[in-house]
């Protein structure tokens, strides 16, 4: 009997539905599911598993596919006993129904059409969409649920990137004087990392202008700033251990700075160890430091960069009078404070140029001075010679001095100088000649020579006849002696009749230069003289001031007096030289009579207490 092949195909197919229905309740084995075919009750023109038949297979649920008890191409929707789950437009062939119930299995509404599993029966070798149990992988390889020994999606892990190593730094501030910046910001930026790591750091620095911390290895930019400075912004590459220094400059409108070198010395010129500098400042429109201070070193020296400013300096040391000088700072500056030891004279500059009789310098001419015992341990001499200019210059204790001038090719001299201020003197040494004596006429308050004056050399004894010669332009004047005792006055001819006072000296084998001190009409100074309440302090008024000056050279003396005002003050005229001051007023004792030493016009008045 010949059959029609599609009659053979449908008796197959029923055969092998019924055989299966006797074995519902066994589970399909795994390792076989794949090739089985799942023909439990056939519709429409679709196969399952590996036969091809129809349009479509049953990877897809579409139109009239058939859901087997098996597994199709793409996994499994779970078989309940032998019932058939259509989907869409499935229908329910008698074995099962569109709803879960007993043994049945779930229509379209139940069933977990999107890859997951359903598990509606409990079973658990099913496989549903692209998601595994056991040990099955997902369609990339990974789980995207971690269930039993299941891999991630990602095969590589996913770990962080490691970070850079740490290094300690530090930056340390400073001002533009030098100073250390506390509460300066510093705050550091750095490259971008692919380690998730800070680059950036900010915070103040200490009391000593300092920060520390430890950053990441990094290309940084690192800004300073701090209100009363500009900003200052500096590039770092840190890539182990680093120290940075940071100069602030000045805000707008603050000075500038420069060195002060302040020298403190004693009277002579010796330098002073341990001397107390203070100094103050102007008050300022800006924030800077107006103070300063500190110790000289060995060598007499402070220094210090300070702002340009007006100074107030106080120099003091225990074995020195305490001294202040004003100070305008306007760049780099050396400063000089002498200070006198207690109970010390002052002390003032002298200059000697030596010259010979055509005004040309001598070089190499010794000299020696010799001042009066004095209160006080200072130094009575000095000494030493003139330089190629001719000149001889030292600071020296203001005293009366005797000073010699000598040189081997020239006639020496002796002359007298009271020291109270600073002087130059010019000296003329004479070649050597047969003229035994050379007088030196001078003026008797600047010591500057002296010409057109007249000389008069006559015996002390008596003996012989006058002598007379005339003052030149270097006031000098010669006389052809022998060795004895010489009287010796110099005068302004209109003024012999006061009597002046002669100088004696002998006059030996030896040419012999002396220097005598003029008779000359006296010049005026002008000082004021105030009167205070030796109690208050308070000025005086109508107290009457008297000035005595004696003029011993010639024995003349002049007594001018005057009266003072609301202020306590009045002004006096008359001779330069030693005055004597005395003042009276109505109510108060008269007090001891004041000397000072007036040698030109002065500013400063002179105190007298009642």
């Known amino acids: 009997m010949q059959l029609d092949r599609r009659e053979l195909l449908f008796s197959g197919t029923t055969a092998l539905a019924i055989g299966l229905a006797g074995c519902a309740a066994e589970p399909l084995d795994g390792d076989e599911e794949e090739n089985e075919t799942d023909d439990s009750d056939t519709e429409g023109n679709d196969s399952d598993g590996n036969d091809t038949d129809g349009n479509e297979s049953d990877g897809e649920d579409l139109g009239n596919d058939t859901d087997d008890g098996g597994l199709d191409e793409n996994g499994t929707d779970e078989t309940d006993d032998n019932d058939t789950d259509d989907s869409d437009n499935g229908t329910s062939d008698g074995f099962g129904d569109d709803e879960t119930d007993g043994n049945g299995t779930d ?27 056991g040990n099955d992988t997902d369609d990339n390889g990974t789980d995207d649920e971690t269930d039993g020994n299941d891999t991630d999606d990602d095969p590589a892990g996913s770990g962080d990137v490691e970070a850079p190593p740490q290094h300690p730094i530090t930056v340390t501030v400073f001002g533009p004087a030098g100073e250390r910046v506390e509460g300066a910001t510093v705050h550091g930026t750095g490259e971008s990392l692919e380690a ?39 590039d770092h ?11 602030l400059e000045s805000a707008e409108g603050e000075p500038d700075t420069s060195l002060l070198r302040l020298w403190v010395t004693n009277a002579v010129g010796d330098p002073i160890e341990g001397a107390e500098v203070a100094g103050v400042g102007d008050s300022h429109p800006a924030d800077i430091p107006l103070e300063f201070s500190g110790e000289t070193d060995g060598e007499g020296l402070y220094d210090d960069v ?34 006198e030891a207690e109970g010390e004279p002052g002390t003032a500059g002298l200059t000697l140029r030596v010259v010979d009789g055509n005004g040309d310098p001598i070089e190499g001419a010794s000299v020696l001075g010799t001042g009066e015992p004095t209160p006080g341990d200072v130094p009575l001499e000095f000494s030493g010679e003139t330089n190629g200019n001719g000149v001889y210059g030292d600071v020296i204790y203001k005293n009366t001095y005797t000073i010699e001038i000598d040189h081997p090719d020239y006639a020496g001299t002796t002359l007298e100088h009271d020291h109270r201020m600073d002087t130059d003197i010019e000296v003329e040494l004479q070649a050597q000649s047969e003229a035994a004596l ?24 008596g003996t012989g006849r006058e002598l007379e010669a005339e003052t030149g332009p270097t006031g000098l004047a010669s006389f052809d002696v022998e060795p004895a005792e010489y009287r010796i006055v110099a005068y302004e001819r209109e003024l012999y009749r006061t009597n002046p006072m002669a100088t004696v000296v002998t006059v030996g084998e030896d040419p012999r230069t002396v220097q005598v001190r003029a008779v000359v009409e006296p010049e005026d100074c002008t000082a004021p003289v105030e009167v ?16 005595d000056v004696a003029r011993p050279d010639h024995g003349l003396m002049e007594n001018p007096t005057g009266e003072t005002g ?17 003042a009276r007023a109505d109510g108060y004792n008269r007090v001891p009579q004041e000397q000072v030493r007036v040698a030109g016009d002065r500013d400063e008045p002179i105190t007298i207490e009642l």
Do not use: M
Not at 123 to 129: K, P, Q
Not at 538 to 546: I, K
């Open 107 to 133: 229509d379209d509404n139940d069933t977990d059409t999107d890859n997951g599993t359903d598990d509606a029966d409990g079973e658990t070798n099913g496989t549903d969409g692209n998601e595994s149990e």
């Open 196 to 234: 998730d790591v800070s680059t950036e750091f900010v915070a103040e620095t200490d009391a000593q202008g300092v920060y520390t911390d430890e950053v990441y290895e990094n290309e940084y930019t690192i800004e300073v700033s701090h209100p009363n400075f500009e900003s200052a912004t500096v």
């Open 237 to 247: 590459v840190h890539d182990g251990e680093s120290e940075l220094t940071v100069e």
């Open 306 to 339: 300070i702002y340009e400013n007006q100074y107030t300096i106080e120099v003091s040391h225990p074995d020195y009078v305490t001294k202040t000088v004003e100070h305008s700072h306007e760049g780099e500056s050396d400063v000089v404070v002498a200070l």
């Open 438 to 461: 050379t007088v030196r006429a001078v003026h008797p308050v600047s010591g500057e020579p002296v010409s057109g004056v007249t000389v008069s050399v006559a015996r002390e004894d």
């Open 532 to 547: 205070v309440d030796g109690g208050t302090g308070d000025p005086v008024e109508n107290a009457t001031v008297s000035v």
């Open 566 to 582: 609301a202020d306590g003050t009045v002004e006096i005229t008359t001779w330069c030289g030693e005055w004597t001051i005395s």
